[in-house]
């Protein structure tokens, strides 16, 4: 049995990339039936391919039977998440952290910035011709919450610095203490919302995160707040956006949706106050460099038999 690596990305054009392994391109093909690159049996390192559909992604999971390590190359993982127990145990999942940190961020500031002063609404008029000035809230002055204070969250606060806002607060799982201040812990919430004017969402989705944003944390957010979300889709409950949306109380900016891709004619398209972006933070030109690094870095880890960085879990552990 050879010991192959099925990479997303053609192994020519990866510089680095360590002796002792056999390296094969696959990324789903343009319809995600392109054909296995070999005996699944013999992969020990797949890569999960990038920007494809859930069912791509997954394909060859069950299949895998020798696999000694799962590598995503996105911040989160739930989208494999659910098909572990198919693979064996003993096997090393580990995400993509500090891939998409600057990307994201700065794509979260874009969003930020875009929404309070009226882009959206500027592009319209372009459109149209018209010569529309209005007044606008700036983001200086702002205080802004950071929901989800992992390296995503704590790259848009280093993002955030220049522009003058008033306070951040951080919120994360747990309460720790940073260099910048206190993280404070999920159940703090409530007596943060309502002091927020910016309110960015980029924690990773798990069970103690899905739904998260109820209709009650919506209800505690200051009139005229501003909801970001650069995390994930179901962080959200998209009902209880709507509501709030559509009574014209707060604004959002959603780069990703619950469903997602989002369909025509879903009532989120035309709600008020929000701008939508197509789950773009990610991938940009700052995806790629950062993304062939991270690979070179775990696969010669990988070969040396050293410990591998961005272990999430290791399946038949018992926190798996």
Not at 104 to 112: P, Q, R, S
Request: with cysteine.
């Amino acid at each position: 049995m050879t010991a192959d690596v099925w990479l997303p990305i053609p192994p020519e054009e990866i510089e680095g990339l360590p002796d002792g392994l056999e390296y094969r391109f696959w990324d789903g093909g343009e319809d995600g039936e392109q054909e296995f690159p070999g005996d699944p049996a013999d992969c020990a390192f797949y890569v999960v391919p990038y920007m494809k559909r859930y069912p791509v992604k997954v394909r060859p999971l069950a299949q895998l039977r020798n696999v000694r390590v799962i590598q995503t190359l996105t911040a989160g993982v739930d989208d494999v998440m659910g098909q572990l127990p198919a693979v064996p145990p003993g096997v090393r999942l580990c995400n993509a952290r500090g891939v998409h940190e600057s990307s994201t961020a700065e794509f979260a500031l874009a969003l930020i910035l875009a929404s309070l002063r009226g882009i959206p609404g500027f592009v319209r008029a372009q459109q149209e011709e018209r010569w529309r000035s209005a007044f606008h809230p700036a983001l200086a002055d702002r205080s802004v919450l950071i929901v989800g204070y992992g390296a995503i969250g704590s790259a848009i606060e280093d993002r955030l610095t220049p522009f003058e806002v008033a306070r951040v607060a951080r919120v994360a799982r747990s309460a720790r203490t940073t260099a910048r201040g206190p993280v404070h812990p999920l159940t703090d919430l409530p007596g943060l919302l309502p002091e927020a004017d910016v309110v960015v969402l980029s924690t990773p989705l798990t069970d103690a995160t899905r739904g998260l944003v109820d209709a009650e944390f919506l209800g505690r957010m200051k009139d005229g707040a501003l909801l970001v979300n650069v995390a994930r889709g179901p962080v959200v409950d998209t009902k209880a956006l709507l509501a709030e949306l559509e009574s014209g109380r707060i604004t959002a900016a959603l780069d990703v949706t619950d469903p997602e891709p989002l369909p025509p004619a879903h009532p989120l398209w035309r709600a008020p106050g929000l701008l939508i972006s197509p789950h773009v933070g990610g991938p940009s030109s700052a995806f790629l460099p950062r993304a062939k690094r991270l690979l070179t870095d775990q696969l010669r880890r990988f070969v040396n038999r050293e410990p591998l960085r961005n272990v999430v879990l290791t399946t038949g552990a018992s926190d798996a």
